[in-house]
């Protein structure tokens, strides 16, 4: 039982280090054999990112207008993520946009430099999070930013799951290179553990939104599954870029559908 719990908790600290900044001292993980364990708590991850972005969002508001506030909101989740899933985002945008063949594709992606693509996606899908967000703090949307942000954080994680647990990985593995952010993780989304993350995810949607939570759920899974379905066409299966670029159109999918208006 404590090599259980001692396993889950290194497991939990690798989800944290491998895709956050939050400072965990002694208590970090950096042991990659950790890493395949920690995919199950993705949704958790997505929960803490979520809180602190809707912290700062509820403190600044006693200061600023909404609209200031939701930036700050945006920038403190950036800063605890250390942009991590936007800088995806930013090479698949330059990928697919500018590749042809799927080695192509995954030759810009790997390239660090910044493209014409990538620069206007990530500055289009940053737009449409803050006016989907400043319109949630205006209305009498039942959901609020704050709950909105946990929402839309533990769906776009969770969404890279599915993706992993659906489709193979093709970005080959080369001698001598740092291992590409998604293989480790890949062996590691069984059947059990994707069953383990969506009851935690669906916990923590429940207590977020309550039944509020139920369309933004229809909408990740749908968004996930057409981003897998083009993946698949483009590339024949997903990369860590690609999944790091689903959790981001996933969150802001979320954000749109709660500000939708009421039919």
Known sequence: MTSFVG???RALAAAFTFMTRVPLGALAS???????????????VGLVVGLVGGGVFIAASWLW??????????CATVLVTGAFHEDALADAFDGFGGGWSREQVLAIMKDSRVGSYALVGVTLTLLAKFAALT????????VGVARALVVAHVLG???????????AYVRPAA????????????????????VVATLIALVILEFA???HALPPLIVAIVVTAAAGWYFDRRIGGITGDALGAANQVVEVCVYLTLAARPS
């Open 135 to 142: 319109t949630l703090a205006s209305s009498d949307a039942t």
């Open 30 to 44: 950096h042991n990659p054999a950790d890493l395949p364990a920690s995919a199950v708590y993705f949704p958790v």
């Open 7 to 9: 396993g889950q908790a």
């Open 209 to 211: 939104a309550g039944w």
């Open 157 to 167: 994680r969770w969404s890279s799951l599915l993706l992993i647990r659906r489709y």
């Open 65 to 74: 207008p909404s609209s200031i506030s939701v930036v700050l909101s945006m």
């Open 175 to 194: 001698d001598g290179e740092r291992p590409s952010a998604g293989r480790p993780f890949i062996a590691g989304v069984t059947n059990f553990r994707l």
